[in-house]
């Protein structure tokens, strides 16, 4: 009898998790059994495959360039920090979670049929307020995160078959990435997210073994940084590929103890490191200042089996990403039109197909991969991925009744509550004053000079020039080296 009532006590305070759990019971046949294997994930294992794949995706190409803006020595500082910083707010994310859940479940509430999201959570400990300014910036941020994965397939489908050009390659990726209305929840990516996972270790080495291999290029010079404008923009592109929060507490309620994704985040984060490094630092030593001109690792390796082989597996990882960020507006939207618990996965498939269309439309007006990365970064990722986290934590604790009565207490390397305190105000003001002022000064102002170069519904960005007439050959001029184009924020003429 004892034993019962512990048991009871145990679930009150952490959750009806092991309840949850068993839910679906044990498969009964064969199928069921492999559908269970490929299809329904909910272990520890399935968040880290999850979190890892979704963190490093299309960004994994653009690194380089950003080490190109910023040198070596501060693209891997930035890397580590960020890395870190990251890993923290995750971590305040997961507690204000269990906070929320519990609180709720002593409420009797059932979240078997419901999955709690991000603005939830806000509103249930902080209030309709935090709920809708958590809501807008969290929903901005996954939207044009989709339209980054779009604007990536079409970037990278190019370097194997030029033969369209990438706005005609958006509308076709645009079409294939809208299948994904038919995965119903991140319980369901188990097999996406390792496949996922397998695929960017495959290109991140590739990236690193071939430009070792390559050698670098002649007269190659490593100048970053050199501008100011450059250097934030490159620290907000650095700060955008840790930012993977947005979908972090929908991972969470796909586990079947969401409890133990407290460590989770920092282990994938560690392991995206080892991804990260080695190829940005390898295609910068490659090719130095090239990479100014070149927003997009692929287009500066020579093409060959080994390339096409990482274009193709990126592609299929950025349509896998599109749903990751992706699902949770579904989420949203079926919430707002009253379809989340409908039960048949068709009618919800054609209620979710709307979220779509605005994000295909986006990507064809801004095209520009690579300096999008950094805006979305400085003005979305900052609020949403640690100035909110942070805050939310501070202001759900800051009564010594709830510091008593929180579900999760600081650990003491972290210097308990003081030193949780502390580290949230940190995150606050480096944010606003690094990642949004500066880096969304330097971000706005290579954004803008890419709509004046290029202009918005741009057909091709940065695709090489069309080839001169045979008769025109010796009267066009040539083209500006790579050296010239320092001079501008980002290139204007892009050679592959």
């Not at 700060?239 to 989770?264: D, N, R, S």
């Not at 079926?334 to 709307?354: D, F, Q, V, W």
């Not at 009267?475 to 592959?496: C, E, F, G, I, Y």
Request: proline letters at 5%; charged letters at 10%; hydrophobic letters at 50%.
């Amino acid at each position: 009898m004892a034993a019962v009532s512990d048991k009871v006590v145990e679930t009150v305070i952490v959750g009806n998790y092991v309840e949850m759990e068993t839910v679906d019971g044990k498969p009964r046949d064969i199928k069921s059994k492999v559908s269970k294997f490929f299809w329904h994930g909910g272990s520890a294992y399935d968040a880290w495959f999850s979190c890892a794949s979704n963190q490093v995706a299309q960004v994994l190409l653009t690194l380089p360039y950003s080490f190109s803006q910023l040198g070596m020595v501060s693209g891997i500082a930035f890397q580590l920090f960020y890395g870190l910083m990251g890993s923290w707010t995750a971590y305040l994310i997961s507690i204000l979670y269990v906070e929320y859940r519990t609180r709720k479940e002593r409420e009797k509430v059932d979240f078997r049929n419901h999955v709690i999201q991000w603005f939830e959570v806000l509103d249930g400990l902080l209030g309709k307020h935090w709920r809708n300014v958590g809501l807008a910036f969290n929903c901005t941020f996954l939207l044009f995160g989709s339209v980054i994965q779009l604007i990536a397939c079409a970037s990278n489908i190019y370097y194997i078959n030029d033969n369209l050009d990438k706005r005609t390659w958006t509308y076709i990726f645009g079409a294939c990435c809208a299948t994904t209305v038919f995965i119903p929840s991140f319980h369901n990516y188990r097999i996406w997210s390792f496949l996922g996972l397998v695929m960017t270790t495959y290109t991140a080495w590739y990236l690193t073994v071939a430009s070792l291999l390559h050698g670098q290029v002649e007269d190659v010079k490593h100048s970053g940084p050199t501008k100011l404008v450059l250097y934030f923009t490159g620290a907000t592109n650095i700060l955008y590929t840790f930012g993977g929060h947005a979908v972090t507490v929908e991972i969470m309620h796909a586990m079947w103890k969401p409890q133990k994704f407290k460590a989770i985040y920092l282990l994938a984060t560690l392991y995206v490191l080892t991804l990260t490094l080695p190829s940005a630092a390898a295609v910068y030593w490659a090719f130095g200042d090239l990479l100014l001109n070149h927003s997009n690792a692929f287009s500066l390796l020579p093409r060959s089996p080994f390339r096409d082989m990482a274009v193709i597996l990126m592609l299929i990882h950025q349509f896998i990403t599109f749903g990751f960020a992706c699902t949770p507006l579904y989420f949203v939207w079926e919430k707002a039109i009253g379809m989340h618990e409908c039960k048949s996965l068709c009618k919800r498939a054609a209620a979710r197909l709307p979220v779509v269309v605005p994000i295909w439309f986006l990507a064809i007006i801004f095209p520009f991969f690579g300096p999008i990365n950094s805006t979305v970064g400085s003005l979305l990722v900052s609020f949403t991925v640690y100035i909110i986290p942070a805050l939310a934590h501070i202001f759900t604790f800051r009564s010594a009744a709830a510091r008593e009565n929180a579900v999760e207490q600081p650990p003491k390397y972290f210097g308990r509550w003081v030193g949780a305190y502390v580290i949230n105000i940190f995150v606050v003001v480096w944010v606003l004053i690094v990642g949004f002022g500066f880096g969304g000064w330097a971000s706005v102002t290579n954004f803008v000079h890419q709509i004046d170069t290029f202009g918005l519904f741009t057909k091709c960005y940065q695709c090489p020039p069309p080839p001169s007439p045979p008769h025109l050959a010796n009267a066009t001029a040539p083209l500006p080296s790579p050296a010239a184009n320092l001079t501008h924020l980002s290139p204007r003429v892009h050679n592959p």
